[in-house]
């Protein structure tokens, strides 16, 4: 019986050993509880805790694209961006990567970019520009002369163009709050008027202002989203190489979620203008502004409809002007792919006074719809082309003011 239970006991023991050194063998995987217990803690939020599992099994076997993806989600959900699009990049750059997975992961650098403090952007595109130095379109105007009215033939008729636009953009934010931060932008574009450099446009502008985020709602209640954006800014221009102007603008601004599908939105500005010395220094206008709109959730993307009310001061009664706009717009990406956005506007503007040169009252209908068409498919390493397409009338009760233009402009927007 001794010799039984001695013969059972050392069998156990050698199965006991036997399962252990199967365990610390070579050959054994320990990578699959760990990966499935780094999941586990992921799908409980738990990401500070699944980060140092996933980081040890890519220094064990660093070429497995789902811990790759899984570390990389990780990250981001840390706010560790900088690490987090460096492994991303990395599994994009697979040549097997399917294209489902590519095009997450392009999502998630795109995320990352906007996250970013310092965001640098380039303004590219080329267009067809049938007047390029924005003359009148009528051949003729009538003036009064003794009591009768005569044609008079206008000299400047309209010149058209191809326009190269080049620029560069630079957002950068510094949080000062949990909820607010300090936002500066700034932009440099110039529109080249291909062998009609006289009519080359320049642009500059800076602005610098806080955004406040704060959320509405009782306990109990969905809490709703706003945000107050404050700035002021300036802008120069010149025309042809010279300089023409310069404006000076302060700002305030709301945005606030009313309802998870609707959202209500102000901003009210004053700005003030100067002219260069060669340019119409008895204009210099001073401005004001109030717009208004309404949002709400149709389909994939937003529908807004929005009105402006403005207006201009100037030293020259023919130029002060009050003016009207009604904006409605609609933007969407269907089926994750085809980025749409259209915008629709009709306006008026009454001008005091009257025309020197025709002894008329100027009043200007205004009508514009602009569409904007990309699509991810034709992306390159980060870069989308967008068609942009623009149609614009002028309808005058001054002639020399009438105006029909249509664009098609190339552009190109950086994602990630």
Known sequence: MTYRLLLLFLAGLLIALALLWATDAPGADPIGPRFRQAQELMRAGRFAE????????????PDLPRVQLDHALVLFRLGRDDEARELFLKVRRRPDLP???????EDFLERIRARDPLHIGLDFGLWHDRNVNNASEAETVEIPVFGTRLPFRLNERPVSAWVARTGANVRWRKPVSPRA??????????NSAIGHSEYDRDTASLSVGPRIRYFVGGAGTRPLFGQVNMEVGVRKQWHGGHGHSHTGWIG???????????RIGAYVSRWVTGYNEDASSAIEPTGQSLYLGVSRRVGPGWLTLGGRMSGEHTKRENRRWAGREAILSYGATLWRDLGVSARASLGDREYDGKEALVQKQRKDDTYGLDVKLSHRALALEGFLPELNLGWSKTASTVVLYDRTTRTARLGMRRLF
Not at 50 to 61: Q, S, V
Not at 99 to 105: E, F, G, H, I, S
């Open 50 to 61: 699944a980060e140092p599992i996933l980081r040890w099994i890519l220094r064990t076997r």
């Open 99 to 105: 294209a489902a997975v590519q095009r997450n992961v």
């Open 181 to 190: 931060h300090i936002e500066v932008t700034s932009a440099v574009a110039r």
């Open 252 to 262: 305030l601004g709301v945005d606030q979620a009313v309802a998870p599908d609707w």
